[in-house]
Structures are given as C-alpha cells and as structure tokens.
C-alpha cells in the first residue's frame, strides 16, 4: 500500500477557506483510496486519474457538500441566475439601518472611503447612481445616462458598464485597486474614479461628493499598506 | 529510467521558476483578485490554467517543428501581436506554473510530475524573451527594474521623425485620447474582461524631458474568437499600435503584466505626440495607419472609433445574452490561448488545438462555481495558504518575508531516484459551448481563411529578419553604420517612414527633420475664436493660412464637437473655447515670456485708448455741451479726425513692428490697417469704424482680440 505524496508534508497547513477545505479534501481522499487500492503513482498520474477523479466524482464531491447545506457566494449575475439554488440570496442593509455621523461644517455627513485613481484639481459632484444590472445598463444605453451621474459600481471589471462608462461624471468602484481595469479605463477616459471604496447610507437620486483633489493611490502604498484614501460625502 | 534531464538544466529551471515565483507575487500584491458581475472571472482564469498544464507543452513543441522559440523572439520585437507582455513574458510560465501548484494543492500531480515538460516550457519561455529582449540584455522586464527597452534605433528614429506633434485640445490629442479609451474598454470586453489584448513598452528617452510609450491594441477585429464573427467584420484592422510620447512625465516601471506607472501620474495632457500603425505576422514591421498628415489621422481615429463603438456595442449585446458556461469557455479560451500568436507566426496554427477544451481540463467544471474560483484563486496567488505552498520556517519570501513559495521546486533527488513523470502526454479532444467559427481572419494582408493565413506565414520572412540582417544587432551597428549593409538594413526598416525613408543608417536624433509644430487645428480654432462665425477662407486670410488647411481643420474640430456650422459659417463651440483655454499656454508660452513682446502690448493699450477717443470723436460730435451722431456733413471736421488717425497709426506702426516681428502673421494686421487708412483718406469714409467692412477699428478690435488671447488677458472695458 502506497501513501499518497500529499499525507507526508512536513510543513503543511489547511487552506484557508470552506470550499477550498471541502473540495481539495474530497478530491485528496479519492487519490488516498486509489492508492491503498494498490494504486501505481506513475500509472495513475497521466492516465488511471482521468477515470478516477472524472467529471462525475467532481459533480459527487459538490452535490455532497451542497447537501450539507452551504451556499456559495456568487460574484457573476449569471451564476446566481442560472443556478439560485446553489447561491445565497443576497441581502442588502436598508439605509434606515445605518448610523451615519453628523454633518461636518460644510453640510456634508461622511458615507465611505475609497482609493482615488487620478488626482484632480477638485472634488467630483455628481447624482448617486447604483449600476448592478446588465438591464439597466441596456436602458442606460439607450435611454442616456442622466447628466452629472456619478455611478457606484459593485466589481472592478470595466465590462458590465463598457457601453455607458464614458458618460458618467464620476465613478464610485466597491472593489479592485487603482490598477484594475475600471481604473485603467476611467483613466483613460479622465473620468474620476474612486476605487476600493466602502459607502454606506447613500442612495439613488443622493447628491454625493468624491474626493478627487486627494492623492492618488501608489504601488507603493499598496505594497506597504499605507492608508492612502480620498472620503466620499453625502450633501444634506 | 534515464534521465534526459542534467543538474545544470534543473538548477536552471527552478531558477526561472523562482524568478517567476518572486515577480508574481509583486504582480499580484497591487491587485485584489479580479471579480466581475459580467462574468465569472476566477472560475474561467483556473480552467483556462488547467488547460494551460494539459496542452502547452505539446503545442510549444509544434510550434518549435515549423520555428524555433528564439527565431519567434527575432519577430516579435517588429510588431505589435500577443508575443510580448504580458503574453509570453509572464502568462505562458505564470499560467502553467500556477496550474501545476494547482493540481499539486489538489493532490493530482507531485513536484516531480511532469518534469520534462516543466524543463521544456521554461527553456522555451527563456529563449523567446532572451530574444524579446535581446536589444536590453534582459530576461524580463522585472529583470530590468520594471522596463522593456526591445526596439532597435532604427525603428525608434522612424518613430521620431513621423509622429504628429499634439497638445492638450488640439482634434488630434483629443482624437488620439478618446479612441484609446474606447478601444481599451472593448478590448476588455473582447478578452472578457482581462487585460491581455493591451500592451505596453518601453520607455524610451525622446530627448530631455520626453519619453516614448509603445502601446498595442490586438486582436480587435474577426480572427481567433470565434465571438467576434459578426460583430467585428467592419474593423479595418486586427492590430493596432499607438507610440506616444510624453512630456514632463517619467515612467518608472512598466511590468510584465505591461501595466505601467509614471511620476508624475499619466494624463492626457502629458501627451504631446502620437502616431498609428498596425502590424502581425505577415507584415514588414509596422505599417502606418493615416499617417500623412496630422488632419488624416486625426480623422482616422475619430472613424475608428465610431467603428470600434459600434462593435463594441454589438458584442456588449452578444455576451450579455450568453450562458454561464458560454462566458465560462469565452473567459478560459481567451485566457488559455493568450500565446496562440506563437503559432500564428509559425504557421501552424490550428482551431481545435486552441479554441477547444481539453477533456483532462473540463472534468473539473462541476466545482468552478464562484466562490471557490475566487477563493481557490486567492489562495494560489494571494495568500499561498496552500499546504504544499509553505516552506521551513527560517524562509523569508521576496517581497513577503513569509515561508511560503507560490511555486514549488522540482526536487532534485530525481537526478538520483529517477522517481519522476516527464510528461502529462498527448493533447487530447476538445470541446467548446461557443459558436463554431464562420468568420475569416483580419489580417494586413485582407481577410484570409485559416489555410491561407497559414501558408503565408510559413512562407514569409520580414526583411528585416531575413538571415542577411537577423544578426546585425545594435552593437554591430555602433561600428559598422557607415557601411553599404547598414544603410541597406536601415532603409529596409525606413521604407514607409513619411519623412525617413532611404535616409539609411547615419542619422542620429540631432539628424532628424525638426517635428512640425503642433498641427494647425489649434491655430485655426484661434483664428475663427477671433473671426466668432465665419467661413474658412475668412480665417486662412487673418492667419496667413491656405484655405483648404484652415477648411480642413474646422471640419475636423467639427468632428470633434469643437466647433458648429451655423448658416454655412464655422462657429466655435464652448467645448472648441475651452480646449483653446486649455491650450493657450504652452501655444504661446514662447511670447508671453517674452519682455519685448509684452513691453509692445503695453504700449498698444496705451495708443489703444488714444484710438477709441478717435473713434468716439469720429462718430460724435460736441454740440453745445452735448454729444450728438456726427452725421459726416462737416468735412473738415472729419478730415481733421482722418488726420489724427494718420499720426496715431505713425505711432501705432512702432508697436505693430515689434509685434510682428515676434509673431510674424501680427503683421497682417499692420498691413490690413494701413489699407483701411488710405481708404480712409481716400474718401471711403466707412472704413474708419465701419461695421461690416474691415474698416480700421475693425481690424485693430480683432487685433486687440488676437493679443489679449495670446497674453492671456481680459479685455479692460
């Protein structure tokens, strides 16, 4: 009986996450079996391994841990769409819900942070506007994007809003880093952008202020951690 | 078993594994892992990897049957196609290696599984960007300190002489910009949302305080992807090159992902020249798009990108109606085949082998939902917390200082066990939930099918690759440009230069035609700002300008929404207004710094109040303490008035002198006053403040105009 390479690993360590855990496990116990089968390791690896680790042991794997009853987070639209009995619903905080702090002296109350990508020579003032939507992006497109929307984006991609970007006045990004590509585009298109960011408390229709007069965000800072963020305001 | 395989060879490759191990890391620290709401991203980026381990190393040695990986490395520094970064400076090892730590974190494949085509990618990797970067000595641009300096002199010298100069508001920088905006975005929804069809190098030093950015846009019209059938058929071209150089603005890293980073941060406005080309593999190097003037290209980029959106529009459309697992293979073909110009250059470029997925990659599909894509993925790359990613404890990782190595050694007990596996083996079938390709490939040489397009290239040696000039390096070239090959390689690189063919091999920079001043768009916006509506022959003959550039450039500023037409007469548009606001001064940073210049201004103001006295004694008269209309029955009093303005013209030509003389199309107006006063004199009596002719005052208030703009100074009154 042959013990699989993997079983002997002096400084081994778990990953780091529930369905890296789960399926690695699964697909480790599959290799485990079929070498205390007896199992020949150079026999298995470029050959007997594409029977036995096959499509169908890996739909095996994931049907028995759905059945545990975890749901995946999803980031694609598509994926929750096709497949809603795989993924979390997801919930969103009402704005009701949330403490914000007080106006400061300029009437403005503080909603988030994020990493601005170009510095401009004054803060972007704009119309708050959730963009989530491939649909809403369609009438978007073909309605026109309202004048001075600044559009508050959940991913870092630049595809779910290619056809309508160059028409927003500002662009708020929950995700990425000033070098993703919607950074890279709203560079292009001198469209600024804030990046990384964290709102809370804003709405649709919100008179909102990015602060596009901080520095941008560095390579450096990123590498070293250095706290290097531009405050996104809500008028009141 | 016997070992092909030696312990330098070893030692060799887990130095390039290392070399790539340190460097993605840094890659990938600057960035979070890549989500999309479009598609699902990290689930597709480790299926293509899968792919990758399963069928490179087969293709690389088909590819290597028809050319050698350092012969390709020779053809990929004369044109701008997938063979560069971050393609096969960093995606072929970075993606391979990262699916052997994969199958490795699954348990699936040991170290020391597959070694052979380990040794065999890595050796093919190193000779192709040995070749890459043959000009600057280095492996990589990480090797080099973040920079890629591949192109040889006479290339860079074309490149020079032949761009149009730019500035911030003129049609063409505002052209230029646009369209790289837009086809950057459609280049991300082509690749699915990656970056792999954008390409950066350099820089270069264009003098002082210049420097020039190579940026490549690729595969942007019907070809590979079989989604761009339909969609893409009227895009003129599948590559397109932009060289750009900035101004004040250094770049200080440009990586093998071909991002780069500047100080002080890229903006538009650093741009100061700009050219179009495009290439591949059956081209002589890079061919020029709309380069014969200024006003071609920058109309050619306005058409592009009206095409380019149109496209982009269309394809938005087709993705947002595919399936999970349409995106899924879309995202994973793109990712997985970011080399296939390898085989294109080779001639051996074949659909199934790079538009299909291998059956050993697609069982795996059942547990690429996303979470695990994006955990898994952040596990590989971000965080290493997978078990066989962690090292002894006393190991500091570049970059991390943590014990940990993305990618993992292959051991060298081998050399002495033999208990290794040298290869995953034969590709096998494929499959694809895509639309079969129906289109043809976009090529320089027209739209081609597969066949032909492969025949071509097997056929076809750019001259300045042929075996007389492959090894006529640089070096050579610093002792030997005096001679007859020299200037034969030179001018074989020179023949669609605009301003440098036949120059041959002795020109240095200093040699090189002066640019021409930025194109005469800006001059004409100036010259109708002054006009306010009119027609071009108006404003080419208070310019000094011909009348078909002025035409052209009004058209072009049309285009650009600069500029209106209004009862067949140009009119300049608040966007055309602030683009010369924006432009005025670097346009006249020469004058405005100039003492005697605003020493003449001055004194004009001055004889300026003296002239608007005249013209108010002109059209009034004092009656009994009042100001009433001259009704010109006095000819005495008028010709007494007529007088006064002869002196104040004597006076008038000192300053207009010195004007002139700093500004040689001033003295227009000098000689347009003094036709005005002898007309004047003569009788025509309108011509001293008329309206509707170019009556004295006329031409001195559009004078005044002209010097206010210059200086950059509000009219007083």
């Known amino acids: 009986m042959?013990?699989?390479?993997?079983?002997?690993?002096?400084?081994?360590?778990?990953?780091?996450?529930?369905?890296?855990?789960?399926?690695?496990?699964?697909?480790?116990?599959?290799?485990?079996?079929?070498?205390?089968?007896?199992?020949?390791?150079?026999?298995?690896?470029?050959?007997?391994?594409?029977?036995?680790?096959?499509?169908?042991?890996?739909?095996?794997?994931?049907?028995?841990?759905?059945?545990?009853?975890?749901?995946?987070?999803?980031?694609?639209?598509?994926?929750?769409?096709?497949?809603?009995?795989?993924?979390?619903?997801?919930?969103?905080?009402?704005?009701?819900?949330?403490?914000?702090?007080?106006?400061?002296?300029?009437?403005?109350?503080?909603?988030?942070?994020?990493?601005?990508?170009v510095q401009f020579s004054e803060n972007t003032v704009g119309t708050a506007l959730y963009v989530r939507t491939s649909e809403q992006v369609l009438s978007l497109l073909e309605d026109g994007v309202p004048d001075n929307t600044i559009a508050i984006i959940d991913d870092s991609g630049g595809t779910l809003t290619a056809p309508v970007l160059e028409?927003?006045?500002?662009?708020?990004?929950?995700?990425?880093?000033?070098?993703?590509?919607?950074?890279?585009?709203?560079?292009?298109?001198?469209?600024?952008?804030?990046?990384?960011?964290?709102?809370?408390?804003?709405?649709?229709?919100?008179?909102?202020?990015?602060?596009t007069s901080a520095a941008a965000k560095t390579a450096e800072a990123y590498q070293k951690n250095i706290e290097m963020t531009a405050n996104i305001w809500k008028q009141c | 078993?016997?070992?092909?395989?030696?312990?330098?060879?070893?030692?060799?490759?887990?130095?390039?594994?290392?070399?790539?191990?340190?460097?993605?890391?840094?890659?990938?620290?600057?960035?979070?892992?890549?989500?999309?709401?479009?598609?699902?991203?990290?689930?597709?980026?480790?299926?293509?990897?899968?792919?990758?381990?399963?069928?490179?190393?087969?293709?690389?040695?088909?590819?290597?049957?028809?050319?050698?990986?350092?012969?390709?490395?020779?053809?990929?520094?004369?044109?701008?196609?997938?063979?560069?970064?971050?393609?096969?400076?960093?995606?072929?090892?970075?993606?391979?290696?990262?699916?052997?730590?994969?199958?490795?974190?699954?348990?699936?494949?040991?170290?020391?599984?597959?070694?052979?085509?380990?040794?065999?990618?890595?050796?093919?990797?190193?000779?192709?960007?040995?070749?890459?970067?043959?000009?600057?000595?280095?492996?990589s641009n990480k090797e080099f300190g973040h920079r890629s300096q591949?192109?040889?002199?006479?290339?860079?010298?074309?490149?020079?002489?032949?761009?149009?100069?730019?500035?911030?508001?003129?049609?063409?920088?505002?052209?230029?910009?646009?369209?790289?905006?837009?086809?950057?975005?459609?280049?991300?929804?082509?690749?699915?949302?990656s970056r792999i069809g954008l390409a950066n190098t350099g820089p270069y030093k264009f003098g002082d305080n210049r420097e020039l950015l190579v940026r490549d846009f690729m595969d942007l019209s019907e070809g590979d992807y079989p989604w761009m059938d339909g969609v893409a058929t009227d895009v003129p071209y599948n590559n397109?090159?932009?060289?750009?150089?900035?101004?004040?603005?250094?770049?200080?890293?440009?990586?093998?992902?071909?991002?780069?980073?500047?100080?002080?941060?890229?903006?538009?406005?650093?741009?100061?020249?700009?050219?179009?080309?495009?290439?591949?593999?059956?081209?002589?190097?890079?061919?020029?798009?709309g380069m014969d003037s200024a006003e071609e290209l920058a109309k050619t980029f306005v058409d592009l990108n009206e095409t380019v959106k149109e496209a982009s529009a269309k394809l938005w459309k087709r993705i947002a109606g595919w399936s999970r697992e349409e995106m899924m293979d879309a995202g994973a073909l793109t990712y997985f085949s970011v080399i296939k110009d390898l085989a294109h250059v080779a001639g051996v470029y074949e659909f199934d082998d790079w538009m299909t997925i291998d059956a050993r990659a697609e069982r795996f599909r059942p547990i690429l939902n996303d979470e695990y894509g994006r955990d898994c993925l952040g596990e590989l790359l971000g965080s290493m917390t997978n078990p066989n990613q962690q090292i002894n404890e006393y190991s500091m990782m570049q970059h991390s200082n943590l014990p940990q190595r993305m990618f993992s050694h292959v051991p060298y007990s081998i050399l002495a066990d033999g208990d290794f596996t040298a290869t995953c083996g034969r590709t096998q079938a494929g499959t694809s939930h895509m639309s079969a390709k129906t289109g043809k490939y976009r090529t320089t040489r027209g739209l081609l099918d597969l066949d032909d397009y492969n025949r071509?290239?097997?056929?076809?040696?750019?001259?300045?690759?042929?075996?007389?000039?492959?090894?006529?390096?640089?070096?050579?070239?610093?002792?030997?440009?005096?001679?007859?090959?020299?200037?034969?390689?030179?001018?074989?690189?020179?023949?669609?230069?605009?301003?440098?063919?036949g120059k041959g091999a002795g020109l240095k920079r200093v040699d090189l035609p002066p640019s021409p001043p930025p194109s005469g768009d800006l001059l004409a916006l100036h010259g109708l700002a002054i006009k306010k509506m009119s027609t071009a022959d108006v404003v080419a003959d208070i310019l000094g300008l011909e009348v078909t550039d002025v035409s052209t450039a009004l058209e072009a500023a049309v285009a650009a929404q600069q500029v209106a037409i209004v009862r067949d007469a140009f009119m300049l548009k608040p966007a055309g207004q602030a683009a010369l606001d924006a432009a005025y001064p670097k346009m006249f940073a020469g004058l405005r710094a100039s003492e005697d210049f605003v020493a003449a201004y001055e004194r004009f103001e001055v004889v300026n109040n003296d002239l608007k006295q005249l013209i108010t004694d002109w059209q009034t008269l004092e009656i009994a303490g009042s100001r009433v209309p001259n009704?010109?029955?006095?000819?005495?009093?008028?010709?007494?008035?007529?007088?006064?303005?002869?002196?104040?013209?004597?006076?008038?030509?000192?300053?207009?002198?010195?004007?002139?003389?700093?500004?040689?199309?001033?003295?227009?107006?000098?000689?347009?006053?003094?036709?005005?006063?002898?007309?004047?004199?003569?009788?025509?009596?309108?011509?001293?403040?008329?309206?509707?002719?170019?009556?004295?005052?006329?031409?001195?208030?559009?004078?005044?105009?002209?010097l206010l703009r210059i200086l950059g100074q509000e009219r007083d009154e």
């Open chain 2, 631 to 706: 009704d010109h029955s006095n000819k005495d009093y008028d010709d007494g008035i007529i007088d006064r303005l002869g002196t104040l013209h004597d006076r008038a030509e000192t300053v207009l002198d010195v004007l002139a003389l700093a500004e040689t199309r001033l003295g227009r107006y000098t000689d347009k006053l003094l036709v005005a006063l002898e007309k004047s004199e003569d009788g025509e009596t309108d011509f001293v403040s008329g309206a509707r002719v170019e009556s004295y005052h006329t031409v001195w208030f559009e004078l005044h105009e002209d």
């Open chain 1, 2 to 117: 042959v013990k699989p390479f993997f079983d002997t690993d002096k400084y081994t360590r778990e990953p780091a996450s529930p369905t890296v855990i789960a399926f690695h496990k699964a697909i480790k116990d599959l290799v485990r079996s079929h070498m205390e089968a007896g199992g020949n390791w150079n026999a298995f690896v470029f050959g007997e391994q594409e029977n036995v680790v096959n499509a169908d042991a890996l739909q095996a794997i994931e049907d028995a841990f759905l059945k545990t009853g975890y749901r995946y987070q999803g980031s694609a639209m598509i994926s929750i769409e096709e497949e809603p009995e795989k993924y979390q619903i997801l919930a969103t905080a009402t704005n009701s819900e949330i403490k914000l702090p007080p106006p400061d002296a300029n009437g403005r109350i503080l909603c988030g942070t994020g990493d601005n990508v």
């Open chain 1, 167 to 211: 028409y927003f006045k500002g662009v708020v990004c929950m995700g990425g880093t000033v070098r993703s590509h919607l950074g890279i585009l709203c560079r292009e298109y001198g469209i600024p952008c804030l990046m990384n960011s964290g709102v809370a408390g804003i709405e649709d229709g919100d008179a909102v202020e990015m602060e």
């Open chain 2, 456 to 501: 071509l290239a097997r056929d076809f040696t750019p001259k300045v690759c042929s075996d007389k000039f492959r090894f006529l390096d640089e070096n050579w070239v610093k002792y030997n440009y005096d001679t007859p090959l020299a200037d034969e390689l030179y001018r074989a690189e020179q023949e669609s230069s605009r301003n440098l063919q």
């Open chain 2, 1 to 139: 078993m016997t070992l092909p395989i030696t312990y330098a060879q070893l030692l060799e490759t887990n130095n390039l594994v290392q070399a790539c191990n340190d460097e993605s890391y840094w890659l990938c620290v600057t960035r979070t892992v890549q989500e999309s709401k479009l598609f699902p991203v990290p689930a597709y980026m480790l299926l293509s990897y899968l792919m990758v381990y399963y069928r490179y190393p087969e293709l690389l040695r088909k590819i290597e049957t028809s050319m050698r990986a350092e012969d390709i490395g020779d053809r990929s520094r004369n044109m701008g196609i997938k063979t560069q970064a971050s393609h096969i400076a960093w995606c072929m090892p970075g993606f391979y290696l990262l699916a052997r730590e994969y199958l490795i974190s699954m348990g699936l494949i040991r170290p020391q599984d597959g070694v052979e085509d380990l040794v065999y990618l890595m050796d093919f990797w190193k000779r192709h960007q040995l070749s890459w970067h043959r000009n600057d000595g280095h492996i």
């Open chain 2, 150 to 193: 591949i192109l040889p002199e006479r290339l860079l010298q074309i490149f020079e002489a032949d761009l149009f100069e730019c500035r911030q508001g003129d049609s063409l920088h505002e052209a230029a910009m646009k369209f790289t905006a837009t086809v950057s975005q459609y280049i991300f929804l082509i690749h699915c949302e």
């Open chain 2, 240 to 289: 397109l090159t932009i060289p750009m150089v900035v101004e004040d603005c250094h770049f200080y890293l440009v990586d093998d992902w071909a991002s780069f980073e500047s100080e002080p941060e890229f903006k538009a406005e650093k741009v100061v020249s700009v050219g179009l080309y495009t290439s591949d593999t059956l081209s002589e190097g890079y061919m020029p798009v």
